[in-house]
Each structure stands twice: as C-alpha cells, then as structure tokens.
C-alpha cells in the first residue's frame, strides 16, 4: 500500500471519530490554517524498494495532499481542530507504537498520519511527544516499503537543525535507508534540502555522508572520487570499517594488492580483541569475516599459499562464509601440493556443507587431489560420482527451463535460501537436499537484482489487487463527505463496495483462466493430454478470458458513474481533490499491471541468466570430471607399465617389498601366523 492510500486511511480514520459528533460546521479558529504547500519535507507517498532519484522540489507530496484533505475536512466542519492537546497527543502517540510494536506498520502509519497531518495538533510542532509522533510515522512508512515517503519525514526532523532532539536519529535512519536501498543520490539529497552544513557535523556523521557520496561515485565507476571521498571517513565513524573495504577493493581492481591487503589487515586484526580501534556497528562482524576471505583470496593470487591458509583458518566456524573460506583452503593447499591437508579440508567441506552451491566444484577439487597423489582408483571413483551426480540435474535443469511454472517455483525456493543466508544462517548449506529440485535450488547463485525485482513484482501484485479497494476507499470518503449526508456517518457501517468486489473477483477470475491456461499448455508439452482435447480446452478459456473482460469493463463503467455522483455532492474543496485522486486510483491498477510486466520480463532476463549460467557451469563440471577420469585411467595404465618394467628388471615396487620380504621367509611346506602374545617393553626395545 502507498504512502498516500495509508494517509487516505488516516483521513477515514478521522472522519469516523469526530465526524458524528461535528455535524455541523465548527467556527474557525487559531491553528486550523493549512500546511504550507510544497514544504521540502513533505512525503511522494511512493512505496519503492529502489528509490531512484529524489523527486523534484516543486513536485506535490503526499504530505500536501494530506494536509488540504484534514484542512477540508476541519472547513466542512468533520473535525474539531479544538480537540488537540498534550494528553490526547500522548494518548493517540501511545496507541500508535503499540500498533507498531506489534509488527503492523501501515496501520501504524495510519493513526501516526491522523497526528501528524491533522489541524488539530498545528502549533504542537516543538513539542517532544510530536516530533516522536514524525520519526515514528518515517519508521512506520519506512518498514511498511515506503522508503521515499519515509525520507520525506525524516527530512522534516532534521531540518530543524541539530540541536534537536531526533536530529541524530532521523539522521542515521536516513544513512540505513541509503545503504538499505542503494538510494544513494535520493539521500544526498534529502539531506541537501535539509540544508544541513557538513562542517557542522559531528565526525561521525560527517563521515556517514562522506561514505555514501563515495559510494554513488563507485557505482558510477569514478575511483579515484570514490577513494578521496573515503579517505574522510574517520575512526569515529560508523562507516569506518566499511569505508576501509571499500577502499580495499578499489585498490584491487586497481591491481595493488599489496595496499589492498595492508587496509583489510586493519578491519581482519584489530590491533587488540580487548580494544577496537574504531566505532563499530553490526555489520563489522560479517565485514570482518569478508576481510579475512579478501586476504585470503589475495593471498591465493599471489601464489603465497601458507599466509592463504592462515586468513582462511581465521573466518570463525559460526561464519556465513565458514563454506568458501573451506573450500578455497583447500585449493590453496593443492596448489602448494600439501595433498594431505587438502584432502582433510575438502572432506570437511563436503561433510558439512553437502548442498553448498561450491559442491560440485568440491568434489571435482577432491577428484584432482587423489590424482595428484597418485592414488588412481580413488581419483576416478571421485570423478565418477561428479559424472554421475550432476547428469541427471543437467536434464532436470533443462526441462526446468522449459516450463515457467516449475522455473518460478525453483526461483522463489532459491531466492528463500539466499534470503535465510543473508540474515546470518548457513542452516540451509548444511542440510542435504532431496530430490533433483531442491539440488538445483541449493546450487543456484542468486543475483540479489533478481530477487529486488521480484520483491518488487510482488508488491506491484499487492497493489494492483488493491487498487479496486483504494477506489472504493475514495468512493467511501466522498460518500462520507457529502453535503447532504453528513449527519449519516455514524451510521456508516464500513461495508463493501459492490463494483469493487466485482472487479476483484473479476481479477480473481483471469488469474484463474491464466493458470488454467498454462495447465493446459504444459499438459500439451508434456503429452498428457491429447493435442485436440487441449486445442479445445485453450480455445474454451480464450473465450472465458474474452467474457471476464467484458465484464471487467462494465463493471469498472458502472463504479465511475457511482463515484462521479458521489463526488458530485460533496463539498466543494474535497469534491476536487477526490475527483483527482479518484482517477490516479482508478489507473493504479492498469499502471501496476504494466509496470509489473515490465519488471517481470526483467527478473525472467536475470533468472534465466542465473539458470544458463548454472547450466553451463554444470556442463563444464562434467567435461573436467571426464578428463579427470580419462587422467585418472591413463596414469593407473602408466603405473601398472611401470610396475611391469621393475619386475622384469628385477626390481620390486616399494609397496611390495615389505611383503615380498615376508614371504621369501616362509617355506613352501609352512604357514606363517601372525604373533597373537604381547610384547613387554623391556623385550621390544633395541630388538634389532
């Protein structure tokens, strides 16, 4: 739900609870001018995971339009701008965290709009208890995905400048949406409109802004902007850390990796476990264990393979990244050929992350070192079990790809196990998975683009399935509004709207035919279902979806003409701005459907990416494990050639002297039998 449908509840909300009791129209009195239109501070009432960029300044807001409605409102005498004090303040501020305490941020934000927005509390501004009720409505807005609406409010906190009480808190919320949303420049700027002076800044907020103007400047690829603007995050803040990774990779892609591991030595060694040089946050600890992996990594590519081993044995075993830091020890160690120690890692790592997306390469990996070792017979029962293994998900995958419905299946399981990995839990890595399916899920890599995209599919769903409710929401305030109606309001029982069910069981309907359609279409593929009495079937729902949008239309024509009358009776001042925000409502729905089109062909463009990539790799697991093998049986040929060659020289293989040995004292007529009895340790020493 958008920020402007939650303050279109907030105005309902309002009218239900001083609506019956004001049905005549109140005097006018000190306080009940409006809002300042086209305030900076003011919200766009987008919900948006990505932000963008930040709106134009003279752009209307959502906090505008809220505005006018509640001084509409109190004009026509539907809200007593007299009723406003501390302890009813308090009071409703109270109820509002306990709704958003209890894990609902858009009702939150609903009753947090009522207080911040309403004339009834104009002059309440530099009280402590309305400010609270601001940072309150910009968190309720932020965790409900209305992150530019969110920031608007925040904007207002802090531009009254920083002495005040909530200045350092809507700050440092602003900075973690940034970094949440990658809304780097939208940020920047709300922080420029709240004219804050970056020389006034304690230091460590000063270094919070330096860090995203260097991160909008790497995005762009501008380095050397990036590392000056990193350079001035200091110790006291808490983007230090993070400034000094970042400014590690650029050196990397820069080639120095001298530098670079000199500036992750800092975040991976403290100087003292007692002391930490700097201010940290919760992200040190994952950026710690990063750090190590980097330097383990640089290590590797410098071919200095002990000081590898050493950072990679340092992620701790509760890590996230306990699974790659494994996995490429154990390549470090068969590098500089410690084949023992590189068989122990690997071992490890198959054992204790059996369905890690590294799994394949693992195995190929212990494959290799058997061969370098020499032992032939278990370099190619490894590299049969690669061969056998991954075969079958090869086909799987392909008939994976051919069906959208099992694609979005294995997708949304993926995107689940990233998800689970991203909050700090390896369970997932550490489970073996059943079935061909759940194999390929757990070997997928996810593009986090990929799962934002469909994030934001999803939510655009939500709000096209929405948007028949929202228009019979604003059918509903001008019902409620109307001049020759007032005084019915408290009879008013909230019931639903006829056209609006009709549309949303309309809606209902086509995704119905839709998923019958592709039913139909895979049973076809499949051959479960003869071509004729599937071609019937198709052209049967064709004509279903046909009928649903002939309705779907009537239906829509019949809910316009109720809403224009309804408008059309209501008080002048709102009848405009409803009959406005009535027709942005009534395109919601048509805009989300083709914006989610949009962004569902994108995330399919990525997905598809992920699962071709995943194949290709896959396939190119499965020609190195048959070179393997083919390596593996060509030297077991060399060996026993070899063999041969001593034994006809005379010469025994070393594995065989022993035995030999054994033998030529045991006469053709004996039998030797191992001694059952124990030696006594004065017997044992020095016997030979």
Known sequence: MSARALAMAAMLTMAELFGARQAVAAPEGPGSSPKAPGHPWRGTGEAETAMGSAPAKTEPTAGDAVGAYFQALADAGLI????????????????????????????????????????????????????????????????????????TYLSRLMARGQESMYFGPAYHRAIDIAIETRAYAAVLDALDDANI???????????????????????????????????????????????????????????????????????????????????????????????????????????????????????????????????????????????????????????????????????????????????????????????????????????????????????????????????????????????????????????????????????????????????SQWRRLAQRVQKDNVGAIAQDTGGGDPAATLIADVDHLGEAIARARRAALRAKEEGTMAAGDAQAELARLAALATRARDLEGKARAAATATGDADIARAPAAISRMIAADLSRARKLEDTAKKTRQRLSHRARALADGALSDLAGKLAEVIDKARLGAIDAVIGQKRRLEIEVKDLAAGRFPPELSGKMWERGLIDDSEEYWPFEGDYWADEYEDWR
């Open 80 to 151: 007593d701008v007299y009723t406003g004090s501390k302890e009813s303040l308090a009071r409703e501020l109270s109820a509002a965290e306990d709704i958003l305490r209890g894990g609902d941020p858009k009702s939150a934000a609903t009753a947090l709009y009522a207080i911040v927005e309403s004339p009834r509390y104009d002059g309440f501004e530099d009280f402590a208890a309305y400010q609270n009720a601001v940072y309150d409505l910009a968190r309720a807005l932020d965790e409900a995905g209305a992150e530019r609406a969110a920031l």
């Open 197 to 471: 002076d970056d020389l006034a800044l304690p230091e460590g907020a000063f270094g919070e802004r330096a860090y995203l103007r260097a991160r909008l400047a790497y995005e762009a690829g501008k380095l050397a902007p990036a590392e000056a603007a990193l350079s001035k995050v200091s110790r006291k803040s808490r983007m230090y850390s993070s400034a000094i990774y970042l400014r590690a990779l650029i050196r990397v892609q820069r080639g120095d990796y001298r530098g670079a591991a000199t500036l992750l030595c800092e975040i991976a060694y403290p100087p003292s476990e007692s002391e930490i040089a700097f201010v940290v946050d919760g992200r040190y600890f994952k950026l710690m264990d990063l750090a190590r992996l980097a330097l383990g990594r640089i290590a590797h590519e410098t071919a200095t393979y002990d000081d590898a081993y050493y950072h990679y044995f340092q992620v701790p075993d509760d890590s996230i990244r306990l699974s790659e830091a494994l996995f490429e020890s154990a390549w470090s160690m068969y590098q500089a050929r410690e084949l023992t120690e590189a068989r122990r890692l690997i071992t490890s790592f198959l054992t204790t992350f059996p369905t890690s997306p590294l799994a394949p390469e693992a195995h190929l990996l212990a494959g290799y070192i058997e061969l370098a070792d020499c032992q032939f017979d278990d370099a190619k029962r490894a590299f049969d079990r690669v061969i056998t293994e991954v075969e079958p998900l090869i086909a799987t995958l392909e008939d994976i790809r051919r069906h959208p419905a099992r694609r979005d299946g294995l997708l949304a399981t993926a995107a689940h196990r990233w998800r689970v990995r991203k909050s700090g839990d390896g369970a997932p890595q550490r489970q073996a998975a059943k079935g061909a399916e759940a194999k390929i899920a757990a070997l997928l890599r996810i593009d986090p683009r990929m799962v934002r995209l469909r994030d934001a599919t999803a939510g655009l769903g939500h709000a096209a399935a929405d948007a028949p409710y929202v228009v």
